[in-house]
């Protein structure tokens, strides 16, 4: 006797059936296998017992999802600078700055983000910010139904009762299968079959014995001799054992190719199934990535019948709430009534198919009024807006704002001075539409009507309401049309922006003037050689708006700029640029003057390697076209170029750099060297030196840096840095400067 081992592989499993056979002679020279199962088989096996029962594999708990998931990070800024550049002069300025930003998702389905920040410091120019938002946007919850999509396998879902009953039911046939096959292996079956076979063989013989009986014989006599009863001829269907024993295999054979026919139908419904699950995913990911809008993935979504663990409840709220904040929040409308204010408050927008948004709080600061420290007065904001159609398609919004904004026109009071107590109050409305024209096109337009500045309405003696609604007045009008082309067959991009405020017109989006102001503009965006080179071009009148500046004039100035940008693979990154900058001058505690002038910059930079060394180099070229009558830059109308490079030397990363600045007076000439050194994971260390020399002082001065970077586990990251270099002073000669930070970021 001896013992042979056999795996037996289930479809759609992934274990399998471990068997022994013993096999036993059934003869001289034959013998027949009979298997014995180590371990439990399929359901409904009719095979022999098992020698030892393998128990099933505890299932894995389900995981529960908390109300609250909360990861984010947490950071703190401490800087100090011991003296400030031109024209700015202060010495000993800290600033200290804690922060954290917390995604938070409920019920693992709804998506928030809040922001906390504060900072606080001793410099006259920056005042001391405190802030505290709670938002949420349908773009974090488009995000997660995102990520939940390519996580989702529809295979293992068991909200899919449809594909659970058909994975039931084909492995109930495939247990009937594997009986039947069973039955034709089982050791009885198989004694039967040969005890056939051997009956079988008989009949044929005694057959063959009673044909040679019937030959014919020749003549002559022979002794008589009774033959037995078997020689007979024998019928081989009289025997009734054996017959029955042919019909029962020829019925479990039909049955077995029957069963065959089911399992495999079966099974191909089965795949064809999981593969329509399969598409459906790749359909969800689709169909959110290319809808057009809000409405068409919602109706979309409700089309696929997806389960909650993808889909939650109430996502056709969500998806049509753009966005609320609450807690310092960002307001950002239209040209004419809100655009880039920061208020404490509450801001919503709804645009399911028509349209809906509010706000209203203190307004916390504009674009630049973190540089006012004193003589601020108390402004508030407020403004409903209701509409037809998308806001990303067509669509029609009316606005109507009021509240109070301080005026910073320095030159409309009355009689050319300052009102001691003015009423800050203004209102206005606006009608505002957009109009797609098609996937690559649109055209916005709006007009809007406002009251009139408080010195305007003294001399009339008009109030708030009455002022706005002075339909003969045109003054207090303004109107604004932008447009957008992209066109497809040469990837150009175009914008333009024309823009017509009447001399005491007033929104929360721009300061009056006193006089009527024109701004446009015109911006393309152009590739080349296969998106290679980019060109990015703009011309425009009156974009820069500043309320700090004495506008009692209408500004008349065009701007231009253009840069080009080269990428090639293997081929360093060129950038050119031509572009206007600007520098703000504080000329006494309550009026500050911004000068414009234009500034030429070049970059080249390349990443390579050495041998097993990596390397990069950087050269930067930059010219002023300004002169020191507009500014007190002590790089005026100056050439600088520097040089920088880098290599990566395992552990290591040496930088060496030098630079070169010249104007019209002197020459500036400085080297630099930086090492930074990786510890292990956690332990980061660098220092470097650095040297100037200026010209016509004979001056040369040396400074140092270090830093080092120090990750705690479960604790946080600490870096400390401290740096001596030079900055302007006011005798055209550099001074040293003493900068130095701490940081803590811990993330979660």
């Given at each position: ?469 002075q339909f003969n007045n045109h003054s207090n009008e303004a109107f604004a049309v932008t447009a ?20 005491d017109f007033q929104s929360f989006s721009l300061y ?237």
């Amino acid at each position: 006797m001896e013992a042979v081992a056999q795996v037996k592989q289930l479809p759609n499993k992934n274990f399998a059936t471990d068997t022994i056979g013993i096999s036993l002679l059934s003869g001289c020279k034959s013998s027949i296998i009979i298997p014995v199962e180590l371990y439990n088989g399929p359901l409904g096996d009719t095979r022999l017992p098992t020698i030892r029962e393998r128990f099933p594999r505890a299932a894995a708990p389900l995981k529960s999802n908390p109300f609250l998931k909360i990861h984010g990070n947490v950071s703190y800024d401490g800087f100090y600078q011991s003296n400030t550049d031109t024209p700015y002069l202060e010495k000993d300025i800290q600033q200290h700055t804690l922060s954290t930003n917390l995604d938070i998702t409920v019920k693992d389905q709804y998506p928030l983000r809040v922001a906390f920040s504060t900072s606080k410091g001793n410099s006259m120019l920056f005042r001391n910010l405190t802030g505290i938002n709670l938002r949420y946007t349908n773009r974090d919850f488009k995000q997660m139904l995102l990520d939940k999509a390519k996580g989702w396998e529809a295979g293992k879902l068991k909200q899919l009762k449809e594909l659970d009953s058909l994975q039931t039911m084909l492995n109930t046939k495939w247990s009937q299968l594997e009986k039947l096959k069973n039955w034709f292996n089982s050791p009885q079956q198989v004694q039967r079959l040969i005890e056939a076979k051997e009956h079988d063989y008989n009949l044929r013989f005694k057959k063959a014995v009673t044909d040679i009986s019937k030959l014919e014989r020749p003549d002559f006599s022979k002794p008589t001799v009774n033959m037995p009863s078997w020689k007979k001829e024998v019928d081989l269907d009289s025997d009734s054992a054996v017959a029955k024993l042919r019909n029962e295999f020829a019925r479990k054979q039909q049955e077995l190719d029957s069963m065959k026919l089911v399992y495999d139908g079966l099974e191909k419904f089965y795949n064809k199934k999981k593969l329509a699950y399969g598409n459906k995913k790749t359909k969800l990911l689709d169909v959110i990535h290319n809808s057009k809008s809000d409405e068409e993935l919602i109706s979309s979504l409700e089309s696929m019948n997806l389960p909650d663990s993808v889909l939650p409840k109430g996502y056709k709220t969500l998806l049509a709430l753009k966005s609320v904040g609450i807690g310092r929040t960002m307001v950002d409308y239209s040209e004419l009534t809100a655009k880039n204010i920061s208020i404490t408050g509450v801001q919503a927008e709804f645009n399911p198919s028509w349209y809906f948004a509010f706000a209203t709080g203190a307004v916390d600061y504009r674009f630049r009024d973190y540089v006012v420290n004193a003589n601020r007065a108390k402004q508030y904001l407020n403004i409903v807006r209701v509409g037809t159609g998308l806001k990303e398609g067509n669509n029609i919004i009316l606005s109507f704002y009021t509240g109070k904004k301080q005026v910073y026109n320095f030159n409309t009071g009355a009689n050319g001075g300052n009102v001691e107590t003015p009423d800050y109050k203004i209102m206005g409305v606006s009608l505002e539409g957009r109009w797609q024209i098609n996937r690559n096109h649109y055209i916005t337009g709006e007009v809007a009507k406002s009251s009139t500045p408080y010195y305007a309405r003294v001399a009339e003696h008009q109030s708030l309401g009455s002022s706005m609604v002075q339909f003969n007045n045109h003054s207090n009008e303004a109107f604004a049309v932008t447009a957008f082309s992209y066109i497809p067959q040469t990837a150009t991009r175009i914008t333009g922006m024309y823009k017509l405020m009447g001399a005491d017109f007033q929104s929360f989006s721009l300061y009056t003037p006193g006089t009527q102001q024109v701004a446009w503009q015109l911006k393309a965006e152009q590739p080349f050689f296969k998106k290679q080179l980019t060109v990015v071009a703009a011309i425009k009148r009156n974009a820069y708006n500043n309320f700090f500046d004495s506008t009692n004039y209408s500004s008349s100035t065009i701007f231009k700029s253009i840069q080009a940008t080269f990428r090639r693979r293997h081929w360093p990154v060129v950038s050119v640029g031509y572009f206007p900058s600007s520098q703000l001058m504080k000329m006494s505690d309550d009026k500050f003057i911004e000068n414009m002038f234009y500034t030429m910059m070049g970059t080249v930079s390349h990443n390579y390697t050495a041998g097993a060394i990596g390397m990069n180099t950087m050269i930067t070229a930059t010219r002023f076209y300004n002169r020191q009558v507009d500014s007190s830059f002590v790089y005026f109308n100056s050439t600088n170029l520097q040089l920088t490079q880098t290599l990566f030397v395992k552990k290591f990363t040496l930088t060496g750099g030098a630079n070169m600045s010249s104007n019209q007076d002197y020459a500036l000439y400085g080297t630099d060297g930086n090492v930074q050194y990786q510890v292990t994971r956690w332990l980061e260390v660098g220092g470097g030196l650095k040297y100037n020399y200026q010209t016509v002082f004979r001056n040369e001065q040396t400074g140092y840096s270090g830093n080092i970077r120090l990750n705690v586990p479960k604790i946080g990251e600490f870096g400390l840095m401290a740096d001596k270099g030079f900055v302007p002073g006011v005798n055209r000669q550099l001074v040293p400067n003493k900068t130095g930070r701490l940081t803590y970021t811990k993330i979660f």
